[in-house]
């Protein structure tokens, strides 16, 4: 009932900024949280940052504190991450992540986007 759609990933030099944008549609109110989870080819998925949809309560991992900011835009159900200073090693495609109240993992996921920062 709740769609994600991932857009924003690219190529983008070590050390640049990118950001990705998370659209949700259909029954939003239902979701208790959103998530940015990434995955490298050959590593497992994992997890890089979270919201609560009502906003608040955000959780980073530890390797992206500090250069990443995740935030919403309620009225446009949009969630984005803002990756600054971006490292090789961020390359991954990243999907986008939803968890409902009636659910405490993250069943909802996106496509995915592809970020790669090399030079």
């Known amino acids: 009932q709740v769609q994600l759609v991932e857009s924003g990933g690219g190529l983008v030099q070590p050390g640049g900024s990118l950001r990705l944008s998370c659209a949700a549609s259909g029954a939003t109110l239902s979701l208790a949280a959103m998530g940015w989870y990434r995955q490298a080819p050959g590593k497992e998925r994992e997890f890089v940052a979270s919201i609560k949809w009502s906003g608040g309560i955000i959780d980073y991992a530890d390797s992206v504190k500090g250069r990443f900011t995740i935030s919403r835009e309620y009225a446009k159900n949009t969630v984005y991450l803002q990756m600054n200073s971006l490292k090789p090693e961020d390359t991954a495609v990243y999907y986008c992540?939803?968890?409902?109240?009636?659910?405490?993992?993250?069943?909802?996921w996106g496509q995915g986007t592809q970020v790669t920062v090399s030079s």
């Open positions: 992540a939803g968890r409902y109240y009636s659910d405490p993992t993250y069943a909802l």
